[in-house]
């Protein structure tokens, strides 16, 4: 069962956010430790781009990205056990991480999955997608009123960590 962030967390009122309200849930496997500490971060920021910029800034600086970051232990929710134990992981482990944190704190956020594709083609022309440009980012409702939504990329992809690239972002 959900949990609408704004209620538990007590945090932020957008305007317009009636039709939103499935992107502010929470399951009931996040741990008020999660609460605590997202509310920490956020605390007196305003904007969705604030929050957000918050969250990623404090995602970037005190996590490692890793394509091995071990098993996650049964019973344990996904989102604290890599704030709080794991400490590391790739895209999914960030977004997911972002997603549920930007929601705490009342800002109606999307996660998303796909590729990230280059300029890359092969001889005939045909645009190249591999498994390492697999990714999964965060999505956050910037303007409710005119349904806008800004990607919010915590890592980039795993070609993006081999070249040392700094990922896009909103």
Not at 1 to 9: D, I, L, R
Not at 148 to 157: F, N, V
Request: net charge negative; hydrophobic share 35%; proline share 5%.
């Amino acid at each position: 069962e959900a949990k609408t962030a704004q209620k538990a967390a007590g945090s932020q009122n957008l305007n317009d956010l009636q039709s939103y309200g499935n992107y502010l849930e929470i399951s009931e496997s996040v741990t008020q430790r999660t609460i605590d500490l997202t509310l920490s971060i956020t605390e007196g920021l305003k904007s969705p781009t604030e929050i957000a910029r918050a969250i990623r800034g404090y995602l970037t600086s005190n996590f490692a990205y890793s394509l091995e970051p071990g098993e996650l232990p049964p019973g344990e929710d996904f989102v604290d056990y890599f704030l709080f134990e794991g400490r590391q992981g790739y895209c999914v482990y960030f977004a997911s991480a972002m997603t549920i944190m930007l929601r705490i704190a009342g800002v109606p956020a999307r996660y998303a999955e796909g590729f990230k594709v280059f300029r890359e083609t092969d001889e005939t022309g045909a645009v190249l997608v591999r498994n390492s440009d697999a990714h999964a980012w965060a999505e956050v409702l910037t303007d409710a009123e005119a349904g806008i939504w800004t990607i919010w990329d915590a890592t980039g992809t795993p070609r993006d960590q081999w070249n040392s690239q700094p990922p896009e972002n909103g």
